[in-house]
């Protein structure tokens, strides 16, 4: 099973300023790698896949780099809607088995 | 715009079997090539994938629920569905459905789920 380690846990940013997360594999995923951003009492959504390719209505202030096994979400400019939870999740496995990581929570600072 | 509903029972007792819909509108679960999916999210261990489905009947399932999981599809009512069998407290958790970005290369695999239901809690407990 692939494990997906996220960094850090939890990330404090002020409104307007850009945050960094991070999600490590523990093998090559080479681009096989989603971003979701969950809100309290929601499901998660669908923010990139492919490592950078946002998916549809998801605004441009998101953007996903990386590749093999080091991959980072960059929100530019942080609205007070971006505050949230965030996960990876690879889909690199075949047959299927795709795994999360445990998620970074973004807190207003 | 596709929206995904999930329904079943709230409350279930260890060693019954878990049977979930996922009602789907705004679009067809057999156009467009998708695969429709259930994942569950535990209070502390976090997102897990179930397994996804094409409309065709084509299934693929987490190993560490094969043997106890069952998906299906009901074109006319334009649902599928999971049921999970024997199941105990460690089966306690909100349970999506979603539908599944078709990927690149291997037919049946995917790229990212988009979008979700809304989630339903399931409780197991004697």
């Known amino acids: 099973e692939i494990v997906m380690t996220q960094s850090p846990a939890t990330l404090s940013v002020s409104p307007g300023e850009r945050a960094t997360l991070s999600c490590r594999a523990s093998q090559s995923l080479s681009s096989n790698l989603a971003w979701y951003q969950q809100k309290p009492g929601q499901a998660p959504r669908l923010l990139i896949y492919?490592?950078?390719t946002r998916a549809t209505g998801i605004p441009a202030r998101f953007s996903g780099s990386g590749s093999g096994t080091e991959f980072t979400l960059t929100i530019s400019s942080l609205q007070s809607e971006d505050f949230a939870i965030y996960y990876c999740q690879q889909y690199n496995t075949w047959p299927p088995m795709y795994t999360f990581g445990q998620g970074t929570k973004l807190e207003i600072k | 715009q596709v929206q995904l509903q999930e329904s079943g029972p709230g409350l279930m007792k260890p060693s019954q079997t878990l049977s979930l819909t996922c009602t789907v509108s705004g679009g067809s679960i057999s156009s467009g090539g998708y695969y429709w999916s259930w994942l569950r999210q535990h209070p502390v261990k976090g997102l897990e994938w179930i397994g996804y489905?094409?409309?065709?009947?084509?299934?693929f399932y987490s190993p560490s629920l094969k043997g106890r999981v069952t998906m299906s599809t009901d074109m006319s009512q334009n649902q599928f569905s999971l049921m999970l069998s024997s199941v105990t407290a460690a089966d306690t958790a909100v349970y999506y459905c979603?539908?599944?970005?078709?990927?690149?290369?291997?037919?049946?695999?995917?790229?990212?789920?988009?979008?979700w239901g809304q989630g339903t809690l399931v409780t197991v407990s004697s």
């Open positions: 492919d490592a950078s």
């Open positions: 489905m094409s409309y065709s009947g084509t299934t």
């Open positions: 979603a539908r599944a970005r078709p990927g690149a290369g291997i037919v049946g695999a995917t790229s990212g789920f988009d979008p």
